[in-house]
Nanobody, 122 residues
Framework: QVQLVESGGGLVQAGGSLRLSCAAS????????MDWYRQAPGKQRDLVAA???????NYADSVKGRFTISRDNDKNTMYLQMNSLKPEDTAVYYC????????????????WGQGTQVTVSS
């Protein structure tokens, strides 16, 4: 059984910073992809940032230059450093990982975190 646990959300003033973490636990063989998504009220869930096992990154245009995604492969953990936050960054942030488990190494399965609220006040 694999579980993703997020932490680090909260309330911050515009211009401030937050750091989100997402830790995967369980019988993990490998993690190929780690992403952060966000969903604002009444809107669809959108990709914010992605990082591959090799460290290649991709960002939504709206967060380029402000957010940084990183991963610690030894800890099966990824992070999202969010700087210069804006009110429009307010959303529930979800982590996503594509994981091969020890018992099913020929399959890549999708796992989601429970979501963490980020609120940026103006």
């Amino acid at each position: 059984q694999v579980q993703l646990v997020e932490s680090g959300g909260g309330l911050v003033q515009a211009g401030g910073s937050l750091r989100l973490s997402c830790a995967a636990s369980g019988s993990i063989f490998s993690i190929s992809r780690m992403d952060w998504y966000r969903q604002a009220p009444g809107k669809q869930r959108d990709l914010v940032a992605a990082i591959t096992s090799g460290g290649s990154t991709n960002y939504a245009d709206s967060v380029k230059g402000r957010f940084t995604i990183s991963r610690d492969n030894d800890k099966n953990t990824m992070y999202l450093q969010m700087n210069s936050l804006k009110p429009e960054d307010t959303a529930v942030y979800y982590c996503y990982m594509r994981i091969q488990t020890v018992n099913f190494r020929n399959l890549e399965l999708d796992y989601w975190g429970q979501g963490t609220q980020v609120t940026v006040s103006s």
